[in-house]
Every structure is written in C-alpha cells, then in structure tokens.
C-alpha cells in the first residue's frame, strides 16, 4: 500500500548553521526541483516540518529522487488513520508489512499529542505492538535494538504512523558555500571530487579540455554524461569545453622535455582561473589524490598550483582509490568514467616526465614563451559554454 504523506528532515549541518532560513530555503527548493515530474503532489509545513501529500503518487519513485537532495537529512513514508483504535492498528500493520525485509524484532512507540484521545501512550504501545505482534509470526519485541521501531503520533485530527526512514543526501544545501569551477576529465576521480564539492555546498561550473580533433567527440560526449549525473544533485550545470590543442601545440613545439606535462597543466589551471573571474567562481575544484600516480606528488602538486592565485580544493587528496570507487558507484558515475577515452593531457608525453619538478626551472621556461598569456586568452575566448540540463526543473516558487 502506497504511503499518504513523507515527512522530511533536515541535515545536521542545516539544523546547526548559522543561516538556518537560507539553508532550509536552498533545501526546499531542490525538492521542489526534483519532484517536478510529480505534478499531483501539495506540501505544507506544520510543527516545524514539511509534509509531502502524496495524494496517489508513487512513493518509491519520489524516494529515489529525494535520496539526491542536499542537505537533507533523511525522510519517512507516512500511513494516516483516523482517531479509531481499530483503524490505527490495522494500518500499523501495514507500516510494518511495508519494511523491506521482513524485521526480526520492533518496538512500538506511541505519543499522545491529543489527549482526548480514549488510551494513553502507555496502553497504546500495548494495543498496537500486541495487535502487530499477533499479526506477524516469528516477530519478537525488543526494547533496546529493535530493527524497525514503529511510531505513532497521536494528532487532534489523525494518527501518523511511521516505520521506515530513509537517507537523504546529507552534507550542505546546494550553493551555500559559494561557487567552484571543477576540472572535469573523463576519469573516475573529477566527478568524484565534484559531488564531494557540491555535497559541502559549493555550485560548480565544470570545465573539460579537449584536443579535438586528437582527442575524439566520443570522449567529449562522456564528460557531457558525467555532468549530466552531477546534474542530478545539483540542478542545471554549465559546462565549458576549451580548446586546448593550439596552446598544447605550441608548448609542445617549444619545449619538449621532462618538465612539459607541468607546464601543460599550468596551463590549463590558469586558463581555469580566468574563466572563474569570468564567471564569477573563488576556487578551482580538481581530482587529484595524493601519491595516486607519478604525476600526482606533492612537488607536482606545488609546482601545478603555483600557476594560479585562485585556491585549488583538492577533495580526494588523502583518500584511497577504492573509497574513490565506491563514491563513483554510489553516483552512478563509475560505469561512465570507465569507458575509454584519451584525455587530452596524455597526447604529447615527453619519454620521462618529472615527478618533482623545480619551480624556478618551470617559471624560467615559460618566461620564454612570451606568446603564452595570449594563447591562454585566446583559448578562452573560443570556449564553447553549454548548459546541461537536470531532468527535473526548478520552479523556484517558494512554498512558505
Ligand atoms: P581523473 O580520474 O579525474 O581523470 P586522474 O587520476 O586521471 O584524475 P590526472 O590525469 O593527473 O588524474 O588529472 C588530475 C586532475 O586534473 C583531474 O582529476 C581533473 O580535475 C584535472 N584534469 C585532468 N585532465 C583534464 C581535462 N582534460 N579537463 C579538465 N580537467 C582535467
Ligand atoms: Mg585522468
């Protein structure tokens, strides 16, 4: 049997942030968003929570969409009953029936906001554990650890009963941090680092750079795929695909020893930050992890870094690659990451990149490459920005 009504709560971080209003706010607006394509459902708050009317709409569909909310903490199917002891119990028992696996043990749980009500919290236990307990063969009632603990909340007009919670996104509201620009390549990790940035309330732009025609449209379509799973969690996303096969070319021509994937990366971090000046962005967002491969060191990192004065947020940099995996699992983004593709950073490998690359060496080549700054802007200037779009739009009406 469907539910009538979901009740949802607030992330910790919401319920503790100094900008309560504005992060409930940026809650609630997501979950509008993403309960667009459910035109049957009425909301309304009471009691300091918000209640969802399903008013027939499938609640395992809206489920899996309010699993990608952030900043929410988690949220219940509710079964109404009229004020009739009878009724309470019967769908009591169906709250129970409706736990996904059959629970070996529970514990009923009732409050009597309405005291007018004939039985108090105490004999209702009693009543309705006893008439679950009766009801199911095998389930037992443990007051301590009990798997499933049924609650009933006595109401002036009705009864709610609860049985299940589920987890919502957690972490930050979206967009209450501020705003990134994610390095976005083809590989397990950025998209990886990009939910980890927009879970601790970051709005991204994402920024890819390709080689065409070295690189194919194949592997353009890919990062197109990964933003669109980050839409998801995140609303519309902008994303912005650079050009990257002059300046890599020129660079190439002009020096091509074992510092040229620095300077290559240099590259794109700086042209990164002008497009977060442009766009209004205060920090880049990457994918690296420490020690991960050769190029990911902590001189590498240094040198790579220094190119820019913007901060660069690392958000994988002290994790393991299976915990990474499991993330992309979690995100669906895994089985895109993993289909091949050439990125374009491994076009022009010298025969033995540094893995410790000396600052002032790296600052002295490019001195002599005056053409360099030009070349950045001009990359800019022929970015080609495209929205991708979430599924479900925002209405940005706002419901209280
Ligand atoms: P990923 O799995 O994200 O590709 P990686 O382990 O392959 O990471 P690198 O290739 O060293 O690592 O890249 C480090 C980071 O640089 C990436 O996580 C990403 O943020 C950025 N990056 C690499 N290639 C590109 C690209 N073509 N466009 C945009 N950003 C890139
Ligand atoms: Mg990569």
Same mark, same amino acid.
Request: aromatic share 8%; net charge neutral.
């Given at each position: 049997?469907?539910?009538?009504?979901?009740?949802?709560?607030?992330?910790?971080?919401?319920?503790?942030?100094?900008?309560?209003?504005?992060?409930?706010?940026?809650?609630?607006? $997501?979950?509008?968003?993403?309960?667009?394509?459910?035109?049957?459902?009425?909301?309304?708050?009471?009691?300091?929570?918000?209640?969802?009317?399903?008013?027939?709409?499938?609640?395992? @569909?809206?489920?899996?969409?309010?699993?990608?909310?952030?900043?929410?903490?988690?949220?219940?199917?509710?079964?109404?009953?009229?004020?009739? @002891?009878?009724?309470?119990?019967?769908?009591?028992?169906?709250?129970?029936?409706?736990?996904?696996?059959?629970?070996?043990?529970?514990?009923?749980?009732?409050?009597?906001?309405?005291?007018?009500?004939?039985?108090?919290?105490?004999?209702?236990?009693?009543?309705?554990?006893?008439?679950?307990?009766?009801?199911?063969?095998?389930?037992?009632?443990?007051?301590?650890?009990?798997?499933?603990?049924?609650?009933?909340? #006595?109401?002036?007009?009705?009864?709610?009963?609860?049985?299940?919670?589920?987890?919502?996104?957690?972490?930050?509201?979206?967009?209450?941090?501020?705003?990134?620009?994610?390095?976005?390549?083809?590989?397990?990790?950025?998209?990886?680092?990009?939910?980890?940035?927009? !879970?601790?309330?970051?709005?991204?732009?994402?920024?890819?750079?390709?080689?065409?025609?070295?690189?194919?449209?194949?592997?353009? $379509?890919?990062?197109?795929?990964?933003?669109?799973?980050?839409?998801?969690?995140?609303?519309?996303? !902008?994303?912005?695909?650079?050009?990257?096969?002059?300046? $890599?070319?020129?660079?190439?021509?002009?020096?091509?020893?074992?510092?040229?994937?620095?300077?290559? !990366?240099?590259?794109?971090?700086?042209?990164?930050?002008? #497009?977060?000046?442009?766009?209004?962005?205060?920090?880049?967002?990457?994918?690296?992890?420490?020690?991960?491969?050769?190029?990911?060191?902590?001189?590498?990192?240094?040198?790579?870094?220094?190119?820019?004065?913007?901060?660069?947020?690392?958000?994988?940099?002290?994790?393991?690659?299976?915990?990474?995996?499991?993330?992309?699992?979690?995100?669906?983004?895994?089985?895109?990451?993993? #289909?091949?593709?050439?990125?374009?950073?491994?076009?022009?490998?010298?025969?033995?990149?540094?893995?410790?690359?000396? #600052?002032?060496?790296?600052?002295?080549?490019? !001195?002599?490459?005056?053409?360099?700054?030009?070349?950045?802007?001009?990359?800019?200037?022929?970015?080609?920005?495209?929205?991708?779009?979430?599924?479900?739009?925002?209405?940005?009406?706002?419901?209280?």
């Amino acid at each position: 049997m469907n539910p009538d009504l979901v009740v949802l709560r607030l992330g910790e971080l919401v319920l503790k942030g100094k900008n309560r209003h504005r992060f409930e706010k940026a809650v609630y607006e $997501q979950v509008r968003r993403v309960l667009h394509p459910f035109p049957g459902l009425t909301f309304n708050r009471e009691f300091g929570r918000v209640y969802i009317h399903l008013n027939g709409e499938s609640f395992s @569909l809206l489920a899996e969409r309010l699993e990608k909310v952030l900043g929410l903490g988690s949220f219940s199917p509710v079964y109404t009953a009229p004020l009739q @002891l009878e009724a309470i119990q019967e769908l009591a028992l169906v709250a129970m029936q409706a736990v996904g696996t059959a629970p070996a043990t529970f514990k009923a749980t009732v409050r009597r906001v309405n005291k007018s009500f004939p039985h108090d919290s105490q004999e209702m236990n009693k009543l309705v554990g006893g008439y679950v307990l009766r009801a199911i063969p095998g389930l037992k009632v443990d007051v301590n650890k009990p798997e499933v603990e049924l609650k009933v909340e #006595l109401r002036e007009e009705q009864a709610l009963i609860y049985s299940q919670s589920f987890e919502g996104a957690g972490g930050f509201p979206l967009g209450t941090n501020g705003k990134a620009m994610l390095m976005l390549s083809g590989g397990i990790d950025s998209p990886v680092a990009g939910f980890l940035a927009l !879970r601790q309330g970051l709005k991204l732009d994402a920024v890819h750079f390709h080689s065409y025609p070295y690189t194919s449209e194949k592997s353009q $379509q890919k990062v197109k795929d990964l933003v669109s799973k980050l839409t998801e969690y995140a609303g519309d996303i !902008r994303l912005h695909m650079v050009p990257f096969t002059s300046v $890599q070319t020129k660079i190439h021509q002009a020096y091509n020893q074992n510092l040229l994937i620095t300077i290559l !990366r240099r590259a794109m971090f700086r042209i990164t930050e002008k #497009l977060a000046d442009n766009y209004s962005a205060s920090a880049i967002v990457t994918g690296e992890s420490l020690g991960q491969v050769a190029s990911q060191t902590l001189g590498s990192i240094n040198a790579i870094g220094r190119a820019v004065g913007i901060p660069v947020l690392q958000p994988l940099i002290c994790m393991e690659k299976q915990q990474i995996i499991r993330i992309a699992e979690k995100i669906d983004t895994f089985e895109i990451s993993i #289909l091949p593709h050439e990125d374009c950073c491994t076009l022009f490998l010298p025969p033995s990149p540094s893995t410790n690359p000396n #600052l002032r060496v790296v600052e002295s080549i490019e !001195r002599k490459m005056d053409w360099l700054e030009a070349e950045l802007d001009d990359a800019v200037k022929q970015t080609e920005t495209i929205w991708i779009q979430a599924e479900g739009k925002s209405s940005f009406a706002s419901f209280f």
